[in-house]
C-alpha cells in the first residue's frame, strides 16, 4: 500500500561542516513532531521534504511520486517557512491567490482564514508586521488544501488568538491531513509520532 508521505534513507550534506540524516519514515496523518537543538538539521529537512531542497542522497515520496521529480508530488506538500518569503510587493489575497494557482487550485479562497486570524486580505505584505507575516505565510500554505503541511515555528510572532486558533487547526486536520511540525518547547498539539534530530542522526519513533 503507497504511503502519503514516504522518506526513505533522506541525507543532507553540505561538505564536510554539516550533514543531517539518514531519515526513513512512511505516514499517513497525523502530527509528526519534528525536534532537536537549534541548528541541527530541522529546517534543513524540512526543505528537502517539500523539494525545495535536493538532498545529498535519499528521496521523498508524496504518493508514491518523487517531489524532485513530480510536479503533482510537490503540489501535495506546502512549506510555511519560519522566516517569512513572501514578497512585500503583494497583498495578503494576491499572495494566496498566486500561491493556490500554483497548486492547481486558482478558485481557491483564503477569506475565511483571513477572518479567523484577524487578518486584513487586502494588506500589502511590505506594510504588514512580523505577525501579519507569519499568518499570511500560513495562510498561503493552506492554498489550494494540499494534504502534507509542514510547518516550521509557525507559532512565532502569532498572537494568543491566533496561536490558539492555529492549533485548533492542526488538532482538526490531523484526522485527515499529515502534518510536520517545527516548535522550541513542548508540542503544540498531542504528535502522533516524533522525528528526533540528533548530532548522530534521526530517529522516527510513532506514538502507541
Not at 21 to 46: A, D, H, I, Q
Not at 74 to 93: D, H, K, M
Request: hydrophobic fraction near 40%; charge should be negative.
Amino acid at each position: 500500500m503507497i504511503s502519503l508521505l514516504e522518506v526513505c534513507d533522506l541525507v543532507v550534506s553540505f561538505g564536510r561542516s554539516f550533514r543531517v540524516g539518514p531519515v526513513s519514515f512512511s505516514m499517513n496523518r497525523g502530527v509528526l513532531f519534528v525536534e532537536g537543538p537549534n541548528g541541527g538539521g530541522k529546517t534543513t529537512l524540512l526543505r528537502a521534504m517539500s523539494g525545495e531542497l535536493l538532498p545529498s542522497s535519499g528521496q521523498t515520496l508524496v504518493a508514491g511520486q518523487n517531489v524532485h521529480g513530480s510536479v503533482e508530488a510537490r503540489r501535495q506538500i506546502a512549506l510555511v517557512p519560519s522566516i517569512p518569503e513572501l514578497p512585500g510587493f503583494l497583498s495578503v489575497t494576491e499572495a494566496y491567490e498566486f500561491t493556490a494557482s500554483i497548486r492547481g487550485a486558482p478558485n481557491w479562497n483564503g477569506a475565511t482564514f483571513c477572518a479567523d486570524l484577524g487578518l486584513d486580505p487586502t494588506l500589502p505584505l511590505g506594510n504588514a508586521s512580523a505577525g501579519q507575516r507569519q499568518k499570511a505565510e500560513l495562510i498561503c500554505g493552506l492554498a489550494g488544501d494540499p494534504p502534507i503541511i509542514l510547518l516550521d515555528e509557525s507559532f512565532t510572532h502569532l498572537d494568543k488568538a491566533s496561536a490558539a486558533k492555529l492549533r485548533e487547526w492542526i488538532i482538526e486536520w490531523s484526522s485527515s491531513r499529515l502534518i510536520l511540525l517545527t516548535h522550541h518547547g513542548e508540542p503544540p498539539a498531542p504528535p502522533d509520532a516524533t522525528l528526533k534530530v540528533t548530532a548522530n542522526g534521526v530517529v522516527f519513533e510513532s506514538k502507541p
